[in-house]
């Protein structure tokens, strides 16, 4: 076979090769991200359903969440920025958080203040002030590890601590609070969401999910029972990563 022939062959096969892969990324970008639909059994009388669903909108215009925007463009670290976060946070909330050299301290309702420790079982090296949700009275602690991160809410009724996996979110009735968090490729931290009732003075976990090639990264409760995630979905193929942006609805049904 000469040289001409030879050249002509190899560029058939080209072509052919890059219509395979374009093909293939296809048909996955339709049927991705997989198996999302499912119903979680959280106890003997509460299913969770998990639906994909229609997109809505998930905007939040709070001065905090307005913070973390600007101060992300300045910081490329997230323990970086949450302290200068911090640093804003307690100047509006130095009524009942305040920051020394021994560390960390909020004040609980009944005007006691309370120092934070660090828990070395689960090697915490910092804790970082990031919330009061007055409403439900509770605040919003980030807990630094030497890789990663996680949360707690403390309540400041009793000052317990509840370890939770990220951002929290509160139903509108107060009976319930998701937390979610996305951590896809480097998986220092949890990925997923953690589901808990709200007590008088307590949170009991009713359930998690921790899927593998997807995470949600806002969420919105739409009525007492459903709240929908946005979330971030990834699969590897033979020749490159697939990235997808889509919606799932939680629905808390009773079971009787």
């Known amino acids: 076979m000469n040289n001409f022939l030879k050249t002509i ?17 296809k048909n996955l970008s339709k049927s991705f991200p997989f198996q999302i639909d499912t119903i979680l059994k959280l106890n003997k009388n509460l299913n969770l359903s998990i639906r994909k669903t229609d997109s809505i909108s998930i ?7 307005k913070s973390k925007d600007s101060i992300s463009k300045l910081y490329n670290n997230s323990y ?12 509006r909330n130095h009524n009942i958080v305040r920051k020394d ?3 960390l301290h909020i004040k609980l309702n009944s005007g006691k203040w309370k120092l934070l420790k660090l828990n070395p079982s689960f090697e915490e090296l910092d804790l970082v002030f990031e919330n009061y949700f007055q409403d439900y009275e509770y605040f919003l602690i980030r807990t630094q590890w030497g890789e990663g991160s996680g949360n707690k809410l403390i309540n400041a009724k009793t000052g317990r601590e509840t370890n939770i996996i990220g951002e929290p979110i509160f139903s509108k009735n107060g009976k319930y609070v998701i937390s979610i968090n996305k951590s ?3 998986s220092y931290s949890h990925n997923g969401f953690e589901l808990f009732k709200i ?9 998690d999910y921790y899927p593998k090639q997807w995470g ?11 709240v929908i995630l946005r979330n971030e979905g990834f699969e590897w193929t033979q020749y490159r990563q697939i990235d997808t942006t889509f919606f799932v609805k939680l ?3 009773n079971v009787w």
């Open 9 to 25: 062959l190899i560029f058939i096969l080209l072509i052919v090769s890059c219509k395979k892969v374009d093909n293939q990324n």
């Open 59 to 65: 905007i939040d215009n709070s001065f905090i969440q």
């Open 80 to 91: 970086r920025g949450a302290i200068e976060l911090e640093k804003l946070l307690i100047q």
């Open 101 to 103: 050299s021994l560390g």
């Open 184 to 186: 896809l490729i480097a």
């Open 199 to 207: 007590k008088k003075d307590s949170l009991r976990k009713l359930g």
């Open 216 to 226: 949600p990264y806002s969420a919105k409760w739409i009525d007492d029972n459903e």
């Open 251 to 253: 629905k808390i049904k």
